[in-house]
């Protein structure tokens, strides 16, 4: 029988929050991707969240399986800080990384934690694994960044930098 893998099933999952564990969050966080990013759910995390606003939860179908989101802002969040950060959906325990539909894509956001992680990843890159990382990869990420500060200081509405 086949059985349903989430995302906290991936080996992504894993080597994401192996990594996360040597981060702390920036207390300076305005939680802007809790503001304006939907929030794509398992069953796993619908059980574990609990209580979901009616109008907040849509259920979706794809690649023939059902799939729910939130949309922003989201609901558990109060004061720019996360009342369920210990139950928090997988999405969530993922950010800064995203991982995609497409196979064998993680992406990260542009914010400052995001920053931070790829400064590391280049200077291991470079000096570690004597791989350099492409000029125009970390050039590419720097003007992600600026813009993302920029928008944050404006006070806009920030895309999402993917
Ligand atoms: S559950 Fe918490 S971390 Fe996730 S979007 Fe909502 S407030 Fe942010």
Same mark, same amino acid.
């Given at each position: 029988?086949?059985?349903?893998? /989430? @995302?906290?099933?991936?080996?992504?999952?894993?080597?994401?929050?192996?990594? +996360?564990?040597?981060?702390?969050?920036? *207390?300076?966080? #305005?939680?802007?991707?809790?503001?304006?990013?939907?929030?794509? %759910? =398992?069953?796993?995390?619908?059980?574990? %969240?609990?209580?979901?606003?009616?109008?907040?939860?849509?259920?979706?179908? &794809? =690649?023939?399986? *059902?799939?729910?989101?939130?949309?922003?802002?989201?609901?558990? @969040?109060?004061?720019?800080?996360? /009342?369920?950060?210990?139950?928090?959906? /997988?999405?969530? *325990? %993922?950010?800064?990384?995203?991982?995609?539909?497409?196979?064998?894509? %993680? @992406? @990260?956001?542009?914010?400052?934690?995001?920053?931070?992680?790829? &400064? =590391?990843?280049?200077?291991?890159?470079?000096?570690?694994?004597? *791989?350099?990382?492409? /000029?125009?990869?970390?050039?590419?990420?720097?003007?992600?960044?600026?813009?993302?500060?920029?928008?944050?200081? &404006?006070?806009? #509405?920030?895309?999402?930098? +993917?």
């Amino acid at each position: 029988m086949h059985e349903k893998r /989430t @995302l906290s099933d991936l080996t992504f999952f894993k080597i994401v929050q192996e990594i +996360l564990s040597h981060y702390s969050w920036p *207390r300076t966080c #305005p939680a802007i991707c809790c503001k304006i990013a939907d929030i794509n %759910l =398992d069953e796993n995390d619908l059980n574990t %969240l609990g209580e979901i606003p009616k109008d907040k939860i849509e259920s979706f179908i &794809e =690649d023939g399986e *059902r799939h729910y989101k939130m949309s922003p802002p989201c609901p558990f @969040l109060e004061s720019d800080k996360c /009342t369920v950060y210990d139950r928090r959906p /997988t999405m969530c *325990r %993922l950010f800064p990384f995203n991982i995609t539909t497409m196979p064998d894509a %993680l @992406l @990260l956001f542009p914010c400052d934690m995001g920053g931070s992680i790829f &400064e =590391d990843y280049v200077e291991y890159s470079n000096n570690i694994l004597k *791989r350099p990382v492409p /000029t125009e990869t970390t050039g590419a990420f720097k003007q992600s960044h600026s813009s993302f500060d920029i928008k944050l200081n &404006e006070d806009l #509405p920030i895309p999402m930098l +993917l």
